[in-house]
């Protein structure tokens, strides 16, 4: 069982960073993939940023050379460092992690505005 606690969202001007932190439970943190999803109001939940157990990342198209996702296995812990915050990344940010199954954390909501 892996638990997921995500941290760091936050109310933030169009431009702005903000860095959200997901820490996993458990020993077997270095055999997950970890992902960050977002879920914006209306729309289904999709995929951010991933990073594998090796390290090797994907993100989305929208995100792109403004979003970072990086893992330390000596903390148990996977970051998202966004950059160059948009209205439209407004949403509820969720970490996921999978071996085997997925387990997902409940969420920090992070909101661009001025």
């Known amino acids: 069982q892996v638990q997921l606690v995500e941290s760091g969202g936050d109310l933030v001007q169009p431009g702005g960073s903000l860095r959200l932190s997901c820490a996993a439970s458990?020993?077997?943190?270095?055999?997950?993939?970890m992902g960050w999803y977002r879920q914006a109001p209306g729309k289904q939940r999709a995929l951010v940023a991933e990073?594998?157990?090796?390290?090797?990342?994907t993100y989305a198209d929208s995100v792109k050379g403004r979003f970072t996702i990086s893992r330390d296995a000596s903390k148990n812990t996977v970051y998202l460092q966004m950059n160059s915050l948009k209205p439209e990344d407004t949403a509820v940010y969720y970490c996921?992690?999978?071996?085997?199954?997925?387990?997902w954390g409940q969420g920090t909501q992070v909101t661009v505005s001025s």
């Open positions: 996921r992690a999978t071996r085997n199954r997925n387990y």
């Open positions: 990073i594998t157990r090796g390290s090797t990342t």
């Open positions: 458990g020993s077997i943190f270095s055999t997950l993939t």
